[in-house]
């Protein structure tokens, strides 16, 4: 399992903070090695000059006293070995030595051979030692303060760097699930990201190209599966036409030429999800569109469905797709042979469909229900939703089956 993963904007902050932690230690490094570098040659330059001068002085009076303070201490021993050199100097090659004595940080030990004798300085710099603990302390301190402030400058610096990636990522979230052709490029800078752009807007022109195609294929699959319907249609109306044709027949006949009917709507909506087209609406007498909606199922079951509607006003709506869908939801909403009543209603922009079967009618089939679309509305329940139409099922027993359709505001005229 892994796990969660830093932000681009942590990541770049976390690479300024272990560069500004980087470079603050390389700091301090080099600080403290120049102060060690310059601490040895200031000693270096004192003890030898030192060495150099009592040695001309000797040269010229052997009883010249040597310094002895408390910064500076010099000792001689004779080449016939005389002289009063401390013990734990006596042995001390020629050189700069530094004591290893805890107690006694900070003081030097020069030894240099001159032809008076074996020179002995003591220089004692603890005061400069104890500057040194200080500038470590301080060093210490840079080193932090230079991590966090690494860890903020690369947090704002960060926030500005990313501000053109997140605007893309607004801009193409922002695309809608339609292709279409984008100009992303344009407003983008000529590097990485440009060219981040420049490839989502060939991959959106792609889209478009692949969808014409396929808007072409089902137009042209729409027109080649009408022709046949429309000569089955053609014969079923020519036969029921026949002065000839048994009642049976004619019945049949009916079936026929309902389910032609039917077939030819839902090819439509099929056709009308499958192509993404965007329709025009126009206003609509609503009582007109529900009558219209209604008319098949008047002179199909005339006698035993009684059909109410209560409307007025006008809709703003694409009449034929909205007939579509109602007369989509009529089938689904109706058993195969009802018996009852039928209201439609529409207030402002809700429609409502509503069956009551008579009491002594039988219960109404399941009519082919899923548990997600307790009608089975897969084909008009999307094309309503295409169209920005809400489908809500309401039914309340056996007997009673209802439809509310809720349209957006502008669909009000």
């Known amino acids: 399992m892994t796990g969660r993963r830093l932000s681009l904007r942590r990541r770049v902050g976390l690479a300024y903070t272990l560069l500004g932690f980087a470079l603050s230690v390389l700091f301090a490094a080099a600080t403290i090695y120049l102060t060690?570098?310059?601490?040895?040659?200031?000693?270096?330059?004192?003890?030898?000059?030192?060495?150099?001068?009592?040695?001309e002085r000797l040269a010229h009076d052997p009883g010249t006293p040597l310094p002895s303070t408390h910064r500076l201490s010099g000792y001689l021993r004779r080449p016939d070995g005389s002289g009063d050199v401390p013990a734990d100097m006596f042995d001390l090659p020629p050189g700069i030595h530094e004591s290893d004595d805890e107690n006694e940080d900070g003081r030097h030990i020069g030894v240099f051979d001159t032809p008076q004798g074996r020179l002995f300085f003591v220089i004692d710099l603890g005061q400069i030692e104890a500057l040194e603990r200080y500038l470590a302390g301080f060093l210490v301190a840079?080193?932090?303060?230079?991590?966090?402030?690494?860890?903020?400058?690369?947090?704002?610096?960060?926030?500005?760097?990313?501000?053109?990636?997140?605007?893309?990522?607004?801009?193409?979230?922002?695309?809608?699930?339609?292709?279409?052709?984008?100009?992303?490029?344009?407003?983008?800078t000529d590097d990485e990201l440009g060219r981040?752009?420049?490839?989502?807007?060939?991959?959106?022109?792609?889209?478009?190209?692949?969808?014409?195609?396929?808007?072409?294929?089902?137009?042209?699959?729409?027109?080649?599966?009408?022709?046949?319907?429309?000569?089955v249609h053609g014969v079923a109306e020519v036969l029921l036409d026949e002065p000839s044709a048994d009642p049976v027949t004619r019945r049949r006949l009916a079936r026929l030429d309902r389910g032609v009917g039917e077939l030819t709507d839902l090819i439509d909506v099929l056709f009308g999800l499958a192509r993404r087209t965007a329709y025009t609406p126009i206003s609509v007498d609503a009582a007109t569109l529900l009558r219209d909606a209604v008319a098949p199922l008047r002179a199909?079951?005339?006698?035993?469905?009684?059909?109410?509607?209560?409307?007025?006003?006008?809709?703003?709506?694409?009449?034929?797709?909205?007939?579509?869908?109602?007369?989509?939801l009529l089938r689904r909403l109706l058993p195969p042979a009802p018996n009852g009543v039928l209201r439609l209603a529409a207030i402002d922009t809700r429609l409502t469909l509503d069956y009551r079967a008579d009491a002594a009618a039988a219960a109404p089939p399941p009519h082919d229900t899923r548990s997600d679309r307790g009608l089975g509305l897969t084909l008009v329940g999307r094309f309503a939703e295409h169209l920005g139409w809400h489908v809500a099922e309401t039914a309340s027993d056996p007997l009673h089956r209802g439809v509310t359709l809720q349209l957006p505001a502008s669909a009000r005229s």
């Open 36 to 55: 060690e570098a310059y601490e040895e040659i200031v000693v270096t330059e004192i003890l030898e000059g030192q060495a150099q001068d009592y040695a």
């Open 142 to 188: 840079v080193v932090l303060l230079g991590t966090a402030a690494g860890g903020w400058i690369g947090w704002l610096l960060a926030g500005s760097t990313i501000e053109p990636v997140r605007k893309l990522a607004q801009a193409v979230d922002a695309l809608s699930t339609r292709p279409h052709v984008t100009a992303l490029a344009q407003h983008a």
């Open 300 to 328: 199909a079951h005339a006698g035993a469905l009684t059909i109410d509607i209560d409307a007025t006003g006008s809709l703003h709506v694409p009449q034929s797709q909205a007939l579509l869908v109602l007369r989509g």
């Open 196 to 231: 981040l752009a420049a490839a989502i807007d060939a991959y959106q022109a792609r889209l478009v190209d692949a969808d014409a195609s396929e808007r072409a294929f089902f137009a042209d699959a729409s027109h080649e599966l009408r022709t046949p319907m429309a000569v």
